[in-house]
């Protein structure tokens, strides 16, 4: 019988047998590039230039047999041209479609969130010198820069994900990077309603608020699914409307055909040329749109939206970092006064309440799973306060023994205000649906025309 001992140095010596194949492939790296002509390089077409990488990464691993056994040299070639094209050592974690974050914590720590919950892999690099060349090579192709003098960097790689980096002196673990992924295939509506992530009434209602032109604002943690959610209710604005989206990272992925995507632009490295959200939202206004949709808001650019919001942008949509609905509604008073703008609590409260009718939370289980918890309109101010009713509850009453969420989702019975305002837009919401009563998750779904 293995002891704990035993198991210890199995162990240890994987974990060394793999840096030591780590180590040796950054040295034939380092030769490939000492031994390629740039001058002839830049003339040759990509497939010919990759073609010749790999014949020279194959001739390298053979005049290092002695320390490359023959079942290692294909692993070895593949690796290589994955250091240099793509993504080193955590090209395969980038070929996962489960996987939705990777996070690096120096050379020997590498973590991924798959399907909502964090695990640790056995991913490593040669050292920490290994991945921050790995670092900076990502960072340079999208046009940015990190050093000493710039040792946190925020990009956007080529297939879209969002790349975070910092590197000493401001970590003392050696450089940490971390890559939010984003799916090459879209979660449906369809999909959300099958995965029990909301129910069919919850979706309908959903559909009817965006053809209704209601001002949505949605709510959640990280992770938590806001902008799936908004990418989804985009579906549902109708063709003949001119969207206008502003984001720090673009991500929405709207199908209409008059649609102008904004992007913000971080500072160039003397610290000049940012151009920000609020900038754009200004900008925006001159620009026709029937509705605008800020990415996230988390600044003083959530003046200018609510704003467009009250003054005939109706159908606009944003979202917010918040714990639940009313923290987003303070956060969107705390944003309000950074903004500059000199009004009461009140007068704030009330200019909040008149632009936006209705508040979506999303939140990410302990589980990993991912539901709609709450559906509530904004129905105006009380005495200063606000007036949120839920529509639409999820409450979790435990964890099953397959480790998933028990619970149930419920409508509340409160008839919404808005129904009205949708009716006469010509979008009539049946009132049964507001009837209180359990509702059943799950199943199929087509979205209603």
Excluded at 48 to 73: D, I, N, T, V
Excluded at 160 to 170: D, E, K, Q
Excluded at 426 to 443: K, M, N, S, Y
């Amino acid at each position: 019988m293995s002891t704990v001992t035993d198991i210890d140095s199995g162990y240890e010596a994987s974990a060394e047998a793999h840096r030591a194949f780590q180590q040796l492939k950054t040295r034939l790296h380092r030769q490939m590039v000492d031994a390629m002509d740039l001058s002839k390089a830049g003339q040759l077409p990509e497939h010919e230039l990759r073609k010749q990488l790999r014949a020279l990464a194959s001739h390298l691993c053979e005049m290092h047999s002695s320390y490359l056994p023959e079942s290692e040299r294909e692993q070895m070639v593949n690796e290589i041209m994955d250091e240099m094209y793509g993504f080193g050592p955590l090209e395969p974690l980038m070929n996962d479609p489960e996987i939705s974050d990777v996070l690096v914590n120096g050379a020997d720590t590498v973590f991924v969130e798959r399907n909502g919950l964090l695990e640790q892999t056995d991913i490593q690099f040669a050292d920490n010198n290994h991945l921050l060349h790995l670092i900076q090579r990502l960072v340079g192709r999208a046009g940015r820069r990190i050093d000493e003098v710039s040792p946190m960097v925020d990009a956007k790689l080529a297939d879209g994900s969002r790349l975070h980096a910092v590197i000493p002196p401001l970590t003392q673990r050696g450089p940490t990077l971390s890559i939010r992924r984003f799916g090459s295939t879209a979660v449906a509506f369809e999909d959300m309603v099958r995965s029990r992530s909301l129910t069919r009434e919850m979706a309908d209602f959903l559909i009817a608020a965006v053809q209704g032109r209601l001002n949505i604002l949605l709510s959640g943690g990280t992770g938590a699914g806001k902008t799936t959610m908004l990418n989804q209710l985009g579906r549902f604005i109708p063709t003949t409307e001119r969207v206008i989206t502003i984001e720090e990272t673009a991500e929405l992925q709207l199908q209409q055909a008059d649609v102008v995507g904004l992007e913000t632009r971080l500072p160039n490295v003397e610290g000049s040329g940012a151009v920000t959200q609020r900038e754009l939202l200004r900008n925006s206004l001159r620009m026709r749109p029937d509705r605008i949709i800020v990415g996230e808001s988390r600044g003083s650019e959530v003046l200018e939206m609510l704003q467009a919001m009250n003054t005939g942008h109706d159908g606009s949509m944003s979202t917010v970092h918040a714990n639940d609905t009313r923290d987003a509604l303070d956060r969107l008073e705390l944003m309000i006064a950074l903004s500059g703008a000199d009004l009461s609590p009140v007068v704030a409260r009330r200019y909040i309440a008149s632009a936006i009718h209705m508040l979506v939370h999303v939140t990410r289980l302990s589980t990993g799973e991912r539901k709609v918890t709450r559906i509530s309109e904004l129905a105006g101010t009380s005495e200063g306060e606000y007036n949120v009713e839920d529509i639409f509850v999820y409450r979790m009453t435990g964890i099953s023994s397959d480790g998933r969420a028990e619970g149930a989702f419920y409508a509340t019975g409160y008839e919404p205000e808005c129904v009205r305002r949708m009716a006469a837009r010509g979008h009539h919401v049946p009132l049964d649906l507001f009837t209180a009563r359990e509702l059943i998750a799950g199943g199929e779904y087509i979205v209603p025309n």
